[in-house]
């Protein structure tokens, strides 16, 4: 959890330094920086890689009191959860692609601003785990407000790059 925290907090500014090379790192290589769609998938196929290289170790040498596992098993075992993981990777691959579109045309600091992780993690918690069922109308209603800002950000912010 930690480093997926750490990946995810560096990636907006590691992706910025690629693209604008602001510290002017790249430029004292005789470098040009990357652009738009180079950087990005240049970085989602590192996440990938990485991602493939940690689940296949800790496959091999689970941790203490986990049994050990292969490509093999994974393959051969039933559904465990595995529709959920492609829809948290489709989702996750939606939101992606939705920020470094809003980035390239509003700037990445900006996209940053309006990161819809809390939205995304209510609608999950809602339509999959049941979560405020049997909640009162005001909880409705500041959830409603909050998907009504989000919304109204990204208009205002589309509409200021015109």
């Given at each position: 959890a930690a480093v997926g925290g750490l990946c995810f907090g560096f990636f907006s500014p590691a992706f910025n330094v690629a693209v604008n090379d602001e510290l002017g790192w790249i430029q004292r290589t005789g470098g040009k920086p990357l652009g738009l769609f180079a950087a990005n998938l240049c970085f989602c196929l590192c996440f990938t890689a990485s991602g493939w290289a940690a689940n296949l170790a800790l496959m091999a040498c689970p941790p203490p009191g986990a049994a050990s596992s292969s490509l093999q098993d994974y393959l051969r075992s039933g559904r465990n959860g595995r529709l959920f993981a492609v829809l948290a990777g489709g989702m996750c691959a939606l939101g992606n692609g939705a920020q470094f579109f809003g980035g390239s045309l509003a700037g990445f600091a900006a996209?940053?601003?309006?990161?819809?992780?809390?939205?995304?993690?209510?609608?999950?918690?809602?339509?999959?785990?049941?979560?405020?069922?049997?909640a009162s109308r005001r909880v409705y209603c500041l959830l409603g407000g909050m998907y009504a800002a989000f919304i109204a950000a990204i208009c205002l912010l589309a509409i200021s790059v015109q």
């Amino acid at each position: 959890a930690a480093v997926g925290g750490l990946c995810f907090g560096f990636f907006s500014p590691a992706f910025n330094v690629a693209v604008n090379d602001e510290l002017g790192w790249i430029q004292r290589t005789g470098g040009k920086p990357l652009g738009l769609f180079a950087a990005n998938l240049c970085f989602c196929l590192c996440f990938t890689a990485s991602g493939w290289a940690a689940n296949l170790a800790l496959m091999a040498c689970p941790p203490p009191g986990a049994a050990s596992s292969s490509l093999q098993d994974y393959l051969r075992s039933g559904r465990n959860g595995r529709l959920f993981a492609v829809l948290a990777g489709g989702m996750c691959a939606l939101g992606n692609g939705a920020q470094f579109f809003g980035g390239s045309l509003a700037g990445f600091a900006a996209a940053d601003l309006v990161q819809a992780y809390p939205l995304v993690g209510t609608v999950w918690g809602i339509g999959c785990f049941g979560e405020f069922r049997g909640a009162s109308r005001r909880v409705y209603c500041l959830l409603g407000g909050m998907y009504a800002a989000f919304i109204a950000a990204i208009c205002l912010l589309a509409i200021s790059v015109q």
